[in-house]
């Protein structure tokens, strides 16, 4: 059941059990470190790529490096925009996703985030935070009327990119992970077409992205708006986990 909490609950990083922040290059991973920056409680922040494949990639180098083998992450939070799949959420509110599956014909493949990592960061971080389902894409969903229909399809809340990826990696090495969610763009919000906009290792290319935004100014405008929105509402999110 979906739900606020207005609790003062108020643990520290170090009791719930994560040490490690995930979150999409860019300007996700600057409201984030601007976020987690003004406190001073020591958390590890990394900028992974965007899409499915670019971050199986990064993830299958990056525990292999000596830094992971010789301090595997006890517990990974996983931070960033998404998509709202339904009518019940507006820019800028929180999702904590209890799982996401793979957007996929087969609707089988699965992954759930931490019990008690997923409970913990509900009661800390207050108003404005709802416990719902995700679903990854591998590309950018663009159109309002595909949004919804996916909403119903998988019975889901929020759309990303990242999602699955991790949870389906983490799971392999026994790490617990979290998601927090904030909404970019409304179900009713077309959005200009940028999958074209990102490389196959998942990061931008500003020309293109400049290019598609002109070709469709109006939706393009709302886009911007409502990013600077969950962007500010992000980096109030990191600040509270970090408290």
């Keep these: 059941m979906l739900s606020r909490t207005h609790s003062h609950y108020n643990p520290n990083p170090q009791n719930l059990g994560f040490d490690t922040v995930l979150v999409p290059q860019g300007t996700e991973y600057k409201a984030v470190s601007q976020g987690i920056a003004k406190n001073p409680l020591n958390l590890k922040i990394i900028a992974i790529p965007a899409g499915i494949k670019p971050l199986n990639n990064f993830l299958e180098k990056w525990q292999q490096t000596p830094e992971f083998l010789n301090k595997v992450p006890k517990g990974l939070i996983l931070m960033g925009l998404g998509g709202s799949l339904s009518l019940n959420y507006a820019v800028g509110d929180v999702i904590l996703c209890q799982e996401c599956a793979l957007m996929d014909d087969s609707q089988e493949s699965k992954g759930q985030c931490n019990q008690f990592l997923a409970e913990s960061l509900f009661k800390q971080l207050g108003s404005r935070t709802f416990i719902g389902k995700g679903i990854t894409s591998d590309r950018v969903i663009c159109s309002a009327q595909e949004k919804l229909l996916l909403g119903r399809k998988y019975q889901a809340d929020v759309v990303d990119m990242e999602s ?72 109030e999110v990191a600040n509270k986990i970090n408290d």
């Design 164 to 235: 699955y990826a991790l949870l389906n990696w983490s799971q392999k090495l026994g790490i617990p992970v979290a998601m927090i969610r904030v909404i970019s763009d409304g179900c009713q919000q077309d959005l200009p077409d940028l999958t074209k906009a990102f490389k196959e290792d998942g990061s931008l290319q500003p020309l293109i992205l400049a290019r598609k935004m002109l070709k469709n100014p109006s939706n393009s405008i709302h886009l911007i708006r409502s990013s600077l929105k969950s962007l500010q509402v992000l980096r």
